[in-house]
């Protein structure tokens, strides 16, 4: 069944495609080595980033981590307050934020949770925030719901978090999702939409490729942080010869 026959808002927007190069930003990241930049919410990386002398027309806000403290307070109240911040600072650019419907969960409350999601979602697309869909799906009974809420075949870029779907999951849930995406991949117009994956190894990022073909990979700021925390190490080690 489809997520309107269940009362569930639409994602309306047209996402358009993005040009240029984007990946995730933290702290002692250059702001001038890329067009876009991913900042996670509620970190103080955003306060950072404007300290580095970054500007903030170039930010793509997310909130690609736990809910509790960082997803949740968008339900109710403190959403306007964070939207009015985000809009102060010049941000116009953020991606849906998706509350966690772990396929673990039983099916009413993952249907809540998708609802929660497309509610915010509306929200953010209604403050006039440019908004890239975060597509998710959990239960296979649930998928069509999951994926008819985004008016696919109009998007030109939409990001898939494959955050939590390495070697180091369950073998259940690692086939969750290589279903869900085989699923997602049938509604998709070929050559329109960018796919914007966004994983923690380069693993599921090899995987993807090697079955739907090209994405546009951009690294969790988990491994982000891990990643320059190796460069630092062996630029420390070679007597800070290295070159960035």
Same mark, same amino acid.
């Given at each position: ?16 495609? %993005?040009?240029?190069? !984007? ?24 306060? +950072? ?35 009015? %911040? ?17 396929? &673990? ?23 006039? %925030?440019?908004?890239?869909?975060? !597509? ?10 999951? &994926?008819?809420?985004?008016? &696919? ?28 995406? +085989? ?28 079955? %739907? ?11 982000? &942080? ?7 190490? +062996? ?10």
């Amino acid at each position: 069944m489809a997520a309107k026959e269940w009362g569930i808002p639409l994602f309306e927007q047209k996402c358009p495609k %993005f040009k240029g190069t !984007v990946f995730t930003w933290i702290p002692g990241v250059r702001v001038d080595v890329a067009d876009w930049y991913l900042i996670l919410y509620h970190t103080g990386d955003l306060r +950072r980033y404007g300290e580095a002398g970054g500007d903030y027309s170039k930010v793509i806000v997310h909130f690609l981590t736990h809910d509790a403290g960082v997803i949740e307070p968008l339900w109710g109240n403190k959403l306007s307050t964070r939207i009015r %911040f985000l809009l102060d600072l010049g941000i116009t650019h953020i991606i849906a934020p998706d509350f966690s419907a772990w396929a &673990l969960l039983p099916l009413a409350v993952q249907l809540y949770e998708h609802y929660r999601s497309m509610v915010v979602t509306h929200d953010l697309c209604q403050a006039g %925030f440019t908004v890239i869909p975060n !597509v998710c799906w959990s239960s296979p009974q649930l998928r069509e719901i999951n &994926l008819t809420s985004w008016n &696919l075949e109009d998007q030109q870029t939409i990001l898939v978090d494959a955050n939590h779907t390495g070697r180091k999951y369950l073998k259940a849930d690692q086939r969750l999702f290589w279903d869900g995406a +085989r699923q997602l991949q049938e509604c998709l117009i070929p050559d329109r939409t960018c796919v914007w994956l966004y994983v923690s190894t380069p693993y599921v990022a090899k995987k993807w490729q090697t079955l %739907f073909g090209a994405a546009t990979i951009i690294y969790s700021r988990i491994a982000t &942080l891990r990643s320059l925390s190796k460069f630092l190490k +062996r630029l420390m080690r070679s007597g800070g010869e290295e070159n960035g």
